[in-house]
Structure formats: C-alpha cells, structure tokens
C-alpha cells in the first residue's frame, strides 16, 4: 500500500481556495454596471411656480391671466458648461407667449427661443469656465386657453438627439436627470357683455328756407287813345286886292267887285267853315274829305251856275282870306263913295 506524502495536501488546498476567491470577485466587479451609466450625475427640471421654494412639480392656476413657469438645473455634480433642454405641452390647454433667459453674464452667448404651438427649445453656451450652477436658467410665461391639466415636459436626448434636455462639459453630454411638472387650468370665467345705453343725441332741425314763387301780375296793355292832331290853319297876311276893270275882250274872267260874285264866295266860305266848329269829330273828317276829293266854287259872274273850281283847304283857306279883304276894301269904297256924293 503505498504511502502518501504528508506535506503536500495542505499547501494544495490553499492555492485552489485562493484561485476560486480571485475568480469570484473578478466576476463581480465585471458583472457591477460603472457609476456614470447607472446614477446620473446632474439634474434638470420644471418649476411650476418659480415665486416658491423649492421647486414646485404642480401648479393651479387662478385668476385666469397670465403666469410663469421656469426651467431649472437643480443638480452640478459634474461641472459642465453648456445646457440645451425642449419642452413640450397640451396646446389645447395652454399658450406660450414669452421667453427670456435668466443667467445674465453666466454663458457667453444663448440662442433665441424656437417656438410652435405645442414646444420650445433654446440652448445657452459655453461658459469661459465649466461651473457648477445651479438654479432658475429661463423663465416662460403661458396662459390657459381652456380648462384643464396639462403636463410641461423635458424632452430627453432619447427621444431628440438633436435638442433633447442635458448638460455638457467640454463638448461631452453629461448624464442628466430631468423632472416635469403640470398645470391646471380651471374653467374659464364667461365674459359678461355689459349693455351700452344708446346716446340719443338731438339733432337739431335744419330749417332750410324754400323760395317761394312770387306771383308777379304781367302788366295789361292799356288801350290809350292817341289824340289825333287838330290841323288849324294859320292866317296868312295877305295884300289887299283891288278889283280892276276886266279888260275889254274878256267876258268869261271873274269880277270880283260885283255883288253876285261876292255873295257866291261867301257861301262857299260858310259852307267849309261851319261844319267843323258844329263838330269836332265832323271837322276832322271834313279835312279829311277836303284832302281825298275836291271841293266846288262857283265862277264868279255866273250867279253861282258855273263848272265846279277844284280847290283844296289851303287854297280855299288862303281864298276866303282875299275874299274877305276885298269885300272890306269893296265896302270901304263904297262908304267913301256915297259920303263924297
């Protein structure tokens, strides 16, 4: 039988012991996930209600105006020194009106706001130096539209690569952990129409005077007799005539000293004249008649038998005239005659 060595068994024992320990703690601390990957080392988040401390993850709204939500880094483990985050919500719910940053001179330069209806997304960075803020970073000043809860979301990098919310040191996203928040807006108050009395201003009249047509009488013509012009003949001075003995031969010539040629003319003579001193109105028709015709005389020496003397009213004028003178003449002679004798 054979004998075995009595030094050799305890130092085996030892060595595989300490092998199994060593593979053992090798496999836990391959198997142990690092501290980066499991437990993030800053933290972002939605502060409801940035007028109280600390940060509120709710919020109701009251009074239906305005009001401000913030974002904020509530953890710097890890210095870092650049931020970016996207923030989401009920558009139904609520309205984005304003957006301004709050960390002054921290970073050296931030981006504007990129809105719609339902996010926002704005970056700022990087700082001279990585730091450690932390803090209110941008403030945001909503409105309900409608009653209701609406959620303010932090998109993470996982789901937007590009503008998802995280930290950044030196070009390197630092593992961020992120915390939403939510709104409620209660039901809007109906506005009350207020009824505005009507202004009943007077209008005062306008008296607009209207001409009224003047009825002017048209002037009648009035028949107006014109008087119709009297001719009165003008007396004549006229040289006496003396009668003078016929000269012998002449039977037919008139003797004007002889008693029947005398009487002739004077009845002619009466005859003219006292119509139109009986008449007016005859005595212009009888100058009238004179004018148109001829008047008859008779011859002297025949008794008033003789042809007709054509006359007119000058001439029988200016004839009874002479006629006239001679027998005042005649009359004188005689008287002288008589008287002598």
């Not at 993030?40 to 939605?46: G, H, L, R």
């Not at 139109?276 to 100058?287: E, K, T």
Request: hydrophobic letters at 40%.
């Amino acid at each position: 039988m054979p004998v075995r060595p009595q030094g050799m068994w305890p130092l085996a024992v030892t060595i595989a012991a300490a092998l199994a320990l060593v593979t053992a703690t090798v496999a836990m601390e391959l198997g142990r996930p690092s501290s980066a990957s499991a437990e993030p080392s800053n933290a972002m988040a939605v502060d409801a209600d940035p007028s109280t401390v600390p940060v509120d993850t709710a919020r109701t709204v009251t009074g239906g105006g305005n009001f401000d939500v913030s974002i904020n880094v509530t953890a710097a483990t890890i210095l870092y020194d650049t931020y970016k985050w996207k923030l989401l919500w009920d558009q139904s719910v609520l309205a984005l009106n304003a957006g301004a940053h709050s960390t002054g001179d921290l970073f050296s330069s931030c981006a504007g706001f990129t809105a719609t209806a339902s996010d926002v997304a704005t970056s700022c960075g990087p700082s001279a130096a990585e730091q450690a803020f932390t803090g209110v970073v941008d403030t945001l000043t909503f409105h309900c539209i409608a009653s209701g809860i609406s959620s303010l979301h932090l998109l993470p990098l996982a789901e937007d690569d590009v503008n998802g919310t995280t930290t950044i040191a030196a070009g390197v996203t630092v593992g961020t952990d992120l915390a939403d928040a939510t709104i409620t807006c209660p039901a809007l108050p109906t506005p009350t129409e207020t009824p505005v009395p009507p202004t009943n201003t007077p209008v005062p009249p306008t008296n607009t005077p209207t001409s009224t047509p003047t009825n002017t009488p048209t002037a009648t013509a009035t028949n107006t007799a014109t008087p119709t012009p009297t001719y009165t003949p003008t007396p004549t001075s006229t040289a006496a005539a003396v009668a003078s003995p016929a000269p012998s031969g002449q039977g037919g010539t008139a003797a004007w000293g002889t008693p029947s040629a005398t009487a002739a003319l004077v009845r002619a003579s009466t005859t003219v004249e006292s119509s139109p001193q009986s008449d007016p109105a005859g005595a212009v028709r009888g100058q009238a008649s004179s004018q148109g015709g001829a008047t008859s005389l008779p011859l002297a020496g025949d008794g008033g038998t003789g042809p007709p003397i054509p006359w007119r009213p000058v001439t029988a004028t200016v004839i009874i005239l002479l006629v006239g003178a001679g027998s005042w003449v005649l009359y004188y002679g005689l008287r002288e005659a008589t008287a002598e004798d």
